[in-house]
């Protein structure tokens, strides 16, 4: 294991996987720090997530590596400040966020420990400042006094008298009940995926979200604008298909926008398109939102998913039936999908859909093409199949006719058409599979990302690998000619190509025939077709290279 030192060193020259490691060690620790601080719970996890964003920007400001834990809380005290001037905060609604109790207890005993809970909390709030913030960090996931007196830049001999005194003032029962509360608090793996989701690519078209959880926009012949009426934004989907796009904001609700024609928003507008972002109706608690050509999906805290828009071919994932029997088309509103229980990833391709459950198991419905004489649909399902593969997925991402997978050992698989080469793989000719293959000569893969008819993978160490159809520049491979321009180098690449990036990527985002990613010095570069100006240069001239968006 890595000491913090070596940890900071790295993710200063540009290794994302360092900082990933460091933002694991001290999320709690900074969650921890700031509810003792804002004694709210939700307003100190987004504290906490914008802390670790402007971190990793400022990283390389830091002169001394073994200064990290007390310069980090700086930041993290900084951003309560910050959630202090701009909100009025509640004196106490961590309680409103419990954890529902197991149906093992009766009412009378879910009724006892939930006061012993809120007695907790009162107990704990009612505490002098810097007790109180040394009895959440000691608790909240056993945090040791030697790493909180780093964190707090305090002895570890204050560190032990405050929390002495503490433990003197809490009730005994109060107590040793104390780790077990915090600990149904924790955050998990999904905070360190949240600092990393800020952009994303649509068919034609580029979303990014700002530190301020605004959001800009480019493309479908638009240049760079600020999407009205959207603040506190979490994270975003742009549609694989027609232009349109959702934002899912930190309370949970979903907003769209853009083309309409198949009433793919759920907003209930009748307009064909929809300018200023509305609500989806009937939906809330939303933790991830994905968008193809006409449907939506939606997936909810309790690990349900909800589809809405058209259902041609079975992409919503109910055989929904009419007084005819016939199959019910248009949803115009969310509904749940039967069958799908603890989903924790959800993708939407052209026409169909991806799931990935919590035991590693992936389930899809809809079918693979895009309804073209030439691209037909296949292996068409009306409701959710699982996909057979050997060992457990951890990331699933849903492509124009394919799918991808990243197994937990690195590897990446893929199933679907293979006309251009998406498969991965020179074994195979066009055949298109639903039982997927492994991408050949590609391991240690962190990140995966499908587009319309290519697939771009982010390594550990950083670099960008691409596959699959090249004839607008998408898989970034380009190569100098005798007059010094960039051009193709083939139109089609059966198995994993490097992109030419200059630097350690930290995020990628494939859309339809265009690529984004971002560099470890927060720069956005794009490459592919830019024949609707969503490569952000203003000109319709498709770049075989990654080039460095300057607007952003």
Known sequence: MKSNNELVIEAQSGNINAFEILVDKFRNMAIGYAYSV??????????????????????????????????????????????????????????????????????????????????????????????????????????????????????????????FSARKKLQKELVDNMSDTFKTQKSSKEFTERVKNMIVSGYKHALFMKEDGTVMTWGDKTRFAAVAGLKNVKSLAAASGHNYSFALLVDGTVWGWGDNCFSQLGTGSREKYVTIPEQVKSLSDVVSISAGVAHALALKKDGSVWSWGKNWYGQLGSSRRNAENRKIEDSEFPSEIPGLKKITQISAGYFRSLALAEDGTVWRWGG???????????????????????????????????????????????????????????NICNEILDVPVKVRNLSEVSVISAGGSFTLALKKDGTVWA????????????????????????????EPVKVCLPQTVVEITAGGSHAMAVTGDGGIWAWGSNDEGQLGDFSENKQCVPQRIMSL
């Open 368 to 426: 693979y093409g895009d309804s073209r004489f030439s691209f037909p649909i296949v292996y068409e399902a009306d409701t959710p199949v699982q996909i057979k593969i050997t060992g457990k997925i951890t990331a699933i991402s849903a492509g124009g006719m394919h799918d991808v997978m990243l197994c937990e050992d690195g590897t990446v698989w893929a199933c679907g058409y293979n006309t251009q080469k998406q498969l991965g793989s020179v």
């Open 38 to 163: 804002l004694k709210d719970y939700h307003y100190a996890e987004d504290a906490a997530q914008e802390a670790f964003v402007q971190a990793y920007f400022k990283l390389k400001t830091l002169q001394s590596p073994e200064a990290f834990p007390s310069w980090f809380r700086k930041i993290v005290f900084s951003q309560c400040e910050h959630f202090y001037r701009k909100s009025r905060l509640p004196v106490l609604p961590l309680d409103d966020v419990l954890e529902i109790q197991s149906q093992d207890y009766s009412p009378s005993e879910i009724a006892e420990r939930n006061e012993l809970k809120r007695q907790l909390f009162n107990s704990v709030a009612a505490l002098p400042e810097k007790e109180r913030t040394i009895t959440v960090l000691f608790y909240i996931s056993e945090y040791s006094t030697a790493e909180i007196s780093d964190f707090l830049d305090l002895p570890i001999s204050t560190v032990k008298n405050r929390l």
């Open 467 to 494: 596959w699959g159809l090249n004839e607008n520049g998408e898989l970034g491979c380009g190569s100098y000619d005798a007059n010094s321009e960039f051009t193709l180098e083939d139109h089609v690449k059966n």
